[in-house]
T-cell receptor, first 116, second 111 residues
Framework: GAVVSQHPSRVICKSGTSVKIECRSL??????MFWYRQFPKKSLMLMAT?????????EQGVEKDKFLINHASLTLSTLTVTSAHPEDSSFYIC????????????FGPGTRLTVT | QKEVEQNSGPLSVPEGAIASLNCTYS??????FFWYRQYSGKSPELIMF????GDKEDGRFTAQLNKASQYVSLLIRDSPPSDSATYLC???????????FGKGNQVVVIP
């Protein structure tokens, strides 16, 4: 299957700083990528849909000015957590839609963010 | 209102037995349904998807969909200990493949 990578896999930052997470589709072009957040022992919550060349679509309750998404190319989407606080500590996972499949999307390995 | 419900608690099954997982969803317009497996600390991996009423079998896994009753289930046969994981039900929320996930069911396969 298709491969999606994320970088970094783990990051620890101080409260008030910003953190950028990269999501790359390695062997296919992804016009649409998705960003999820998962708190411990909770399910994945869709944060936003990242569309190449246009603005991201955020889910209700997700602050677009805090979670900046940029999808500047067909293989890269970035999520920047601005002015991070301890409550932003979570597992952030991206996925990319397979353009050749009506249903499949491929998940990246996730990024564990810890804000101290 | 929760969109995707997975209500049963941790499920313990003996090795080689059948695990049965259920999921209900609220949006009658949903057209495609997914089961993912997630190991602790890892991202989800797709087991199978289903979009037509009835059963769909893929190896040891069988998904069942009943749109009238708004539920989808997953049967896992001949479970080895490596099937111990959290199983997530996901439902397509509409265009562009946006997915709503249930909270998951933890399955523990006992050797």
């Amino acid at each position: 299957g298709a491969v999606v990578s994320q970088h970094p896999s783990r990051v620890i930052c101080k409260s008030g700083t910003s953190v950028k997470i990269e999501c790359r589709s390695l062997d296919f072009q992804a016009t649409t990528m998705f960003w999820y957040r998962q708190f411990p022992k909770k399910s994945l919550m869709l944060m936003a849909t990242s569309n190449e060349g246009s603005k991201a679509t955020y889910e209700q309750g997700v602050e677009k000015d805090k979670f900046l998404i940029n999808h500047a190319s067909l293989t890269l989407s970035t999520l920047t957590v601005t002015s991070a606080h301890p409550e932003d500590s979570s597992f952030y996972i991206c996925s990319a839609r397979d353009p050749l499949s009506a249903y499949e999307q491929y998940f990246g390995p996730g990024t564990r963010l810890t804000v101290t | 209102q929760k969109e995707v419900e997975q209500n049963s608690g941790p499920l313990s099954v003996p090795e080689g037995a059948i695990a049965s997982l259920n999921c209900t969803y609220s949006d009658r317009g949903s057209q495609s349904f997914f089961w993912y497996r997630q190991y602790s600390g890892k991202s989800p991996e797709l087991i199978m998807f289903i979009y037509s009423n009835g059963d769909k079998e893929d190896g040891r896994f069988t998904a069942q969909l009943n749109k009238a009753s708004q539920y989808v289930s997953l049967l896992i046969r001949d479970s080895p200990p490596s099937d111990s994981a959290t199983y997530l039900c996901a439902v397509n929320m509409g265009g562009n493949n946006r997915l709503a996930f249930g909270k998951g069911n933890q399955v523990v396969v006992i050797p």
